[in-house]
C-alpha cells in the first residue's frame, strides 16, 4: 500500500514505504506522538478496543509512551492501574468529578492543598455535592463526621504549607470501616516515602494521586498528574470518565518524566538529606518560633511520620517569631539570592514562598507569625545555609 515509486513528492513524503527494522533498544523509551492512530484495515478498526491496552485506537486513549509511564508510575506507587492527566490539580478533579454525583457529601482534611478546596467550593458545590473540611490529626473525629451522605474522604501527608503529619492508616481505616473510598494527595510522599497500598496495621488507601509536577518530573518543567489504584473495577470508574472528560498528556510531556524516574529515589534521598540539615539549623535560630517539618521531633505528626514513613520530601516551612512584621518577613525572602520566590517543589532551584496561614484554614492555627516554606533543590547546603544567613542578616541584623 505505501510504496513510494510513481508517486509525487508531496504524496509519497506522506506515504514513505519505508519501516525501520524492529528491535530497536535503547536506555530509555522511544516517544510516540499521536492523535490519529492508522488501523490496518477496517477489521481491525472494529475489533479495537480502547479500554484495553491490548492495542492502540487514538492518541488520547493512549500511546506506546503514555502506556509505559502509567505502567512505571502504578509501580512507583504500590498500585496496578494508573492513569495520566495533564496537572496534579486535573488529577484531584478527576477522583471528585468520577466519585461523586448531587447529594453527596466529599470530606476534605483543613490543612489540603488550597486549589482542590476551591474546586469544592465552586464547581461541587453548583452542582449539589456539598463537602466539610475535618481536623486530619483527629481520625476519631472523621469517623464521627462520616455519614450515609459522605462518599469520598480525601487524605493528604503532610498538610500543605504547616506539614502536620497525619496518622493516614487510622483515617484510611475509619474510612473504610464505614464504606467510604479514600483519595490520598501522595505528591510529597511520590511513591517513596512509604507505600500508601500498605499503611501499617494492613491499612491502605484506595486511591492515590500524584502531581507528577514535583518528584517525578524533578525538572520544574513539566506539570502532570496521575491516579493509581490497586483495584480494577474502581480504576476502570475512573478510567470511563478520563475518557469522557478529555484527559490527555503530550508525548514530549511524558518522556519528560519517564526521563526523570530512574534518579527520582536518588533525588528524593538528597533533598531530604538536604533539608533536615537546613531544618535542623533553622531549630537554633532565636528569629524562628517553630520549624515544621514531619521528621523533625516535635514537629505535628512526628509520632505518625514515624510509624509510617522511612524518608521524607525536600520541604519544610519555618514560623517566624510573632515580634516580626510581615513585611520583615518578605525582607528576609527578599534578600535571599539562592533562593528563588515561586511554587512548586522537588526541582533543581530551591525555593521560598511566605504564607499567612490564618486565611487558609476553616480552624484557626496556632500559628501567630508569618509562615515561610522552603523547597530545597540541588544547591550545595553549605551555598544554602550562607544564603540564609546573609538573608537574617539583612532582614534582621542578625550575626
Ligand atoms: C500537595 C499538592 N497537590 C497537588 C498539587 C497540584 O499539582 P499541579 O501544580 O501539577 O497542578 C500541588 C501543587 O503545588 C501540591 O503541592
Redesign the pocket.
Known sequence: MTSSTNLGPATSLIHHGYTPPAGFVAVQPGIFKASTVIFPDTAALRARNWKEKSGYTYGLHGTPTTFTLEERIATLEGGTHALLLP??????ALVDLALLESGDELLIPDN??G??KELARNELTRWGITHRFYDPMDAAGLERMIGPKTKLVWL?APG?VTMEFPDLAALASVSRAKGVTTAL?N??GAGVAFNPFALPGNAAVDIS?Q????YPSGGGDV???SVTTRDEALHLRLKFAHMRQGWGVGANDAELVLRSLPTLALRYAAQDRAARTLAEWFVQRSEIARVLHPALPGSPGFAHWQNTCHAAAGLFSVVFDARYASEEVDAFVDALKLFRIG???AGPVSLVVPYHVQGMRSQPTPYAGVVVRFSIGFEAVEDLLADLLQALGVAFGAA
Do not use: F, R
Open positions: 496537572s496534579g490539580l486535573a488529577a484531584i489540603a492543598y486549589p482542590g493528604e500543605s494527595d505528591t510529597w494521586m502531581a507528577l509536577t514535583k506539570l502532570m498528574g511554587y512548586s517543589w
